[in-house]
């Protein structure tokens, strides 16, 4: 029997909730330990051993530990779920393409307007509108015609982005005017194994 991979997590953390998201979906063996962020648990030595940056996630595989959502992302594809990750020169330089977007554009737009409205970051709303509303124009031009991001079966590029593109109106982002966002949105929902990220009230009613 294989054994399980450990997930340190936040269940309000999109960057946290990919990881667990993919583990799900490619039916990686795993538990998810979560992180009492509130409390202060990520900056206690025994965590801040696991991750000194002090943030989630953070995945123990035996003796592998490797934090950042992007390349915890990259290495269980390579080493549990090859079809995740393109061997195809040109398909995974779309698939990298899009994991810059996700450390980018989308952490700078719709994750940020979320950080304001759920966590009280203080950040510049305006801008985080305008970001988002730029990366947003920018994947529902790309996805005219496709299925997913990068070829025509789902990839970590679609793990990576999906999180807090989904739940970019609890930032006051809104999805209407992204119809090929949307679609993708419902296609990477229906895959098997597909787990939810838990809303929060905030921009919900609107």
């Not at 269940?11 to 990881?19: F, I, K, M, Q």
């Amino acid at each position: 029997m294989p054994h399980s991979i450990r997930i340190h997590s936040f269940p309000l953390s999109g960057h946290a909730h990919r990881v667990e998201l993919f583990a799900s979906l490619a039916g990686i063996a795993h538990e998810v330990i979560n992180v009492d962020l509130a409390s202060g648990e990520h900056k206690l030595p025994a965590f801040l051993a696991l991750n000194p940056a002090g943030q989630v996630p953070v995945i123990e595989d035996g003796a592998t530990v490797l934090s950042d959502s992007n390349a915890i992302l990259v290495y269980l594809a390579r080493k549990y779920a090859p079809s995740w990750l393109p061997s195809d020169p040109v398909l995974e330089a779309e698939v990298q393409k899009f994991l810059t977007l996700a450390a980018g554009e989308i952490a700078f737009g719709p994750a940020a307007a979320r950080l304001i409205t759920v966590f009280n970051a203080p950040l510049d709303a305006e801008f985080c509108a305008t970001v988002a509303a730029r990366v947003l124009g920018k994947i529902d031009a790309h996805m005219e015609g496709r299925g997913f991001l990068a070829g025509d079966t789902p990839t970590i590029a679609d793990v990576a982005v999906y999180s807090y593109l989904a739940h970019a109106p609890e930032g006051g982002i809104p999805l209407e005017p992204y119809p090929n966002v949307r679609a993708l949105l419902a296609r990477i929902e229906g895959l098997e194994g597909f787990k939810p990220m838990p809303a929060t009230k905030v921009g919900l009613a609107a």
